[in-house]
C-alpha cells in the first residue's frame, strides 16, 4: 500500500503553493492539479489526478445518497412520508418551540 503523507502550506499572496520535495516533482517539470469539490490532487500524471479525484467524487455522492436514504427510512418510519419538506420544517420547527417553552 503507498504511503499517505500531508504537508500543510501557507498559498503566498499569488495564490502560490511550494511543494514539499517528496512530492517528487522538480523544477521546470510539468504538474497536474485536479479539482474535486474542495480537494486538489497535484500529480505528475494527469490520468492518476483524475482518477483520485474521480474516486473522491464518487465517495461523497454514495455518503450523501446514503445519508438521503437514511432520512427517507426515518421519515417513513415516523409516518411522515407523504409531508412536504415544508411540512416538515414546520413540524420540527414547532417541536423546538415546544422544547423551549417547557
Not at 26 to 38: E, I, K, P, R, Y
Amino acid at each position: 500500500m503507498a504511503q499517505i503523507a500531508q504537508f500543510q502550506r501557507k498559498v503566498d499572496s499569488k495564490r502560490r503553493i511550494a511543494l514539499p520535495a517528496r512530492a517528487g516533482i522538480s523544477a521546470n517539470q510539468n504538474a497536474f492539479l485536479t479539482v474535486a469539490d474542495d480537494v486538489i490532487v497535484v500529480s505528475k500524471d494527469k490520468r492518476d489526478s483524475e482518477r483520485v479525484c474521480l474516486a473522491l467524487t464518487q465517495a461523497v455522492e454514495t455518503k450523501k445518497l446514503d445519508a438521503l436514504k437514511e432520512w427517507e427510512k426515518t421519515l417513513k418510519d415516523a409516518g411522515l412520508l407523504h409531508l412536504t419538506s415544508a411540512e416538515i420544517d414546520r413540524v420540527v420547527d414547532e417541536s423546538f418551540a415546544d422544547k423551549r417553552r417547557r
